[in-house]
């Protein structure tokens, strides 16, 4: 898919989403007073959720789109590989040791 998603609706990324591209999405965190952060991304092949009680667990929970107009399709990512990496000194005294799966939770 092209940097940033889908950029119109029924466009070229889409059908191929739509498909069951393989696809990556990224997270990433930064603390600028240790000077650390972390780089996590997951790869999987997409999904379109058509399961009724899914997708309307979706429209309560999220996610929530950033650019407006209508979404004709939730599309997920099950996840088939996990790759990261931690930024900066690792002090457990300063409390500053990564912790991916709670940043990554918090975020996706």
């Given at each position: 898919?092209?940097?940033?998603?889908?950029?119109?609706?029924?466009?070229?990324?889409?059908?191929?989403?739509?498909?069951?591209?393989?696809?990556?999405?990224?997270?990433?965190?930064?603390?600028?007073?240790?000077?650390?952060?972390?780089?996590?991304t997951v790869t999987g092949l997409t999904q379109v959720v058509t399961d009724g009680p899914k997708l309307a667990r979706a429209r309560?929970?999220?996610?929530?789109?950033?650019?407006?107009?209508?979404?004709?399709?939730?599309?997920?990512?099950?996840?088939?590989?996990?790759?990261?990496?931690?930024?900066?000194?690792?002090?457990?005294?300063?409390?500053?040791?990564?912790?991916?799966?709670?940043?990554?939770?918090?975020?996706?």
């Amino acid at each position: 898919m092209s940097e940033g998603g889908p950029k119109d609706p029924g466009g070229g990324d889409t059908r191929r989403a739509l498909r069951g591209a393989v696809v990556a999405f990224q997270v990433d965190g930064l603390d600028y007073a240790t000077r650390s952060g972390w780089s996590v991304t997951v790869t999987g092949l997409t999904q379109v959720v058509t399961d009724g009680p899914k997708l309307a667990r979706a429209r309560v929970d999220g996610p929530m789109p950033w650019a407006p107009g209508v979404k004709e399709h939730l599309i997920c990512i099950p996840i088939d590989m996990v790759t990261g990496r931690w930024l900066g000194v690792r002090n457990p005294a300063a409390g500053n040791q990564p912790n991916l799966a709670q940043a990554v939770g918090s975020r996706l």
